[in-house]
């Protein structure tokens, strides 16, 4: 049996209407995401057709944290993107992702064809348990992130990269008072608690059915 990765096969959502100076810095920051998670996720990546991109994860427990990392780094932006998540076997691995194939790819893959219009992230499993026990609470939380401001994005992100950080830590890189970045992250859509406990929730699952 071959070994259990997630793959997260992304596209950016209207992307023609961005200006260019703005898409150097979309893909500027979603880059320096990633290879900041390296060391830690051993992802590897490829951006493609210019507004796409794809991303092997040999810890699929994380592939929904990674997920909301680079929605919430493109909503801070003022963009947003379409992410599936494909937990499966990969059987043909490369060091060029590009080259990697597996069911995982074809999940994924596929998966992003199958989202519904507004929807912006969904898993799809070879388990089909594991699909079931995360589909629903996975679209709800789609739905909230969804309705974020760049500014709550920016400040959850902040978080969930360093949780346990001081409001006052946080509000010091985003130049503005505790006060704020307290009521930042308490917004009524994705509480920044929530969050995380969400993230828990889907690791836990995630892991207690691949082994």
Same mark, same amino acid.
């Given at each position: ?128 348990? @594991?699909?079931?026990? =995360?589909?629903? &609470?996975?679209?709800?939380? %789609? *739905?909230?992130? +969804? #309705? !974020?401001?760049?500014?709550? $994005?920016?400040? @959850?992100?902040?978080? =969930?990269?360093? &949780?346990?950080?001081?409001? %006052? *830590?946080?509000? +010091? #890189? !985003?130049?503005?008072?505790? $006060? ?32």
């Amino acid at each position: 049996m071959p070994p259990i990765y997630a793959v997260l096969t992304g596209d950016f959502v209207n992307s023609r209407h961005v200006a260019s100076e703005h898409y150097d810095t979309i893909l500027y920051q979603l880059e320096q995401l990633l290879l900041s998670q390296t060391d830690q996720l051993a992802c590897s990546f490829n951006f493609y057709r210019g507004d796409a991109f794809q991303i092997l994860l040999p810890k699929p427990q994380a592939s929904v944290m990674l997920a909301f990392y680079i929605r919430l780094t493109m909503l801070s932006l003022g963009q947003d993107c379409k992410i599936s998540i494909g937990i499966g076997g990969v059987s043909n691995l490369r060091k060029d992702v590009k080259s990697a194939s597996g069911a995982a790819f074809i999940l994924s893959g596929n998966g992003l064809d199958k989202l519904v219009s507004g929807q912006r992230l969904a898993i799809f499993s070879e388990q089909a348990e @594991l699909q079931q026990v =995360l589909g629903v &609470p996975l679209r709800l939380a %789609d *739905a909230m992130l +969804s #309705k !974020l401001t760049a500014r709550q $994005a920016e400040a @959850l992100l902040l978080y =969930l990269l360093a &949780p346990g950080s001081s409001h %006052d *830590a946080i509000a +010091s #890189k !985003l130049g503005t008072s505790r $006060a704020n970045v307290t009521k930042l992250l308490n917004n009524s859509h994705a509480d920044y608690q929530l969050v995380e406990s969400f993230l828990a929730y889907c690791e836990h699952h995630i892991t207690g059915r691949i082994g």
